[in-house]
């Protein structure tokens, strides 16, 4: 399905920041936005604060920033209201994610996408205004294999409560299965996660490693949404289809075609910082977070084909 790059224009004078309509992502111009950009481990690299500027300076238009409420260090409201001001000065969207709930509930129990709606409802004074400038993902991978069959129920409940506490942004949502939706919980009950939604303004993220490492795998996801109007991101992926590592192999090729494509966003994993014990060390985009040191992943990502310096287009709240 191929989606023309001439959208038809959306707007209402009484809205402010990004919306949903009719399965695309619209900015408060009424004109579509597609994200381009990559990861940051901020709240483990705050010091770090040079990556936004280097990421914009490879053509990125948006950042996913790694933030925690607790599970490990608080990333307080000075903390993210500095965190939106380095994306704003740079030019990029921030999505800003709550890192706590990941592996909920097999290698914890108690950061749930509850306390996940507690933390960004703590953060309404760094986000209230933000809107053209900010989504948020309300929690990343907040299940594994193990409970999914309440992921509906919890979602719907902790969107509820972060509307009522007054947050109009547009809601990232990551399904089960550490991200992937290898049971399609997510996919099968996205249309009603939406219409939960007072706003009706929600984007879906997937995360497409091991999953999906053939095209017809990625081709067939996508397609589910896109058929149904409803609005999809590729939260996280990786570069190669014959990783050693199961877990994180990713068709990158096609991901990136098809995004391409379709007009969807997608967002790398990740700038630097992964542990030399994690699954993914070999997911650095730079070495060090030295950005004149490019690996074969941020090569690929940001200069190859169908990359982001060769199809990102800057947010036009920052002006074109």
């Given at each position: ?33 597609v ?13 770090r ?18 933030l ?7 990333d307080?409201?000075?903390?993210v ?36 709606a507690?933390?960004w ?89 091991g ?17 149904r ?90 002006g074109?």
């Open positions: 399905m191929v989606v023309s790059v001439v959208a038809q224009r959306w707007h209402r004078a009484d809205e402010e920041g990004f919306r949903v309509v009719d399965g695309r992502l619209m900015q408060a111009d009424g004109t579509p936005f994200m381009r950009g990559t990861n940051h481990m901020y709240t483990w690299n705050r010091q604060t040079d990556v936004f500027a280097a990421v914009k300076a490879l053509g990125a238009n948006t950042l996913r920033v790694v925690s409420g607790g599970r490990w260090e608080v307080g409201t000075a903390e209201a500095s965190v939106v001001a380095l994306c704003k000065q740079n030019k990029l969207v921030c999505v800003l994610e709550d890192h706590d709930t990941t592996e909920y509930p097999t290698a914890q129990t108690e950061w749930t996408l509850d306390r996940a507690d933390y409802i703590s953060l309404k004074g760094a986000l209230i205004g933000q809107e053209d400038y900010v989504l948020i993902n309300l929690g990343n991978e907040p299940y594994t294999d193990e409970g999914g069959d309440k992921w509906v129920a919890d979602t719907e409940s902790a969107i509820q409560k972060v509307r009522g506490a007054g947050l109009r942004h547009t809601l990232v949502i990551d399904p089960p299965n550490y991200g992937q939706d290898t049971q399609f919980i997510m996919r099968d009950n996205a249309s009603q996660v939406l219409a939960s939604d007072p706003e009706h303004n929600v984007v879906f993220s997937v995360h497409m490693y999953a999906f490492v053939s095209p017809d795998k990625v081709i067939s996801y996508m397609d589910s949404f896109q058929t109007r409803l609005p999809l991101v590729v939260g996280e992926f990786g570069y190669s289809a014959d990783d050693v590592n199961l877990a994180v192999r990713s068709d990158a090729d096609t991901i990136m075609a098809e995004s391409v494509r379709r007009g969807i966003g997608y967002l790398g994993w990740c700038w630097s910082g992964n542990p030399i014990t994690s699954l993914a060390p070999h997911l650095d985009q730079v070495v060090d977070f030295d950005p004149n040191r490019l690996t074969y992943w941020g090569q690929r990502l940001f200069n190859g084909r169908d990359g982001i310096k060769q199809t990102s287009a800057p947010a036009t709240v920052y074109r």
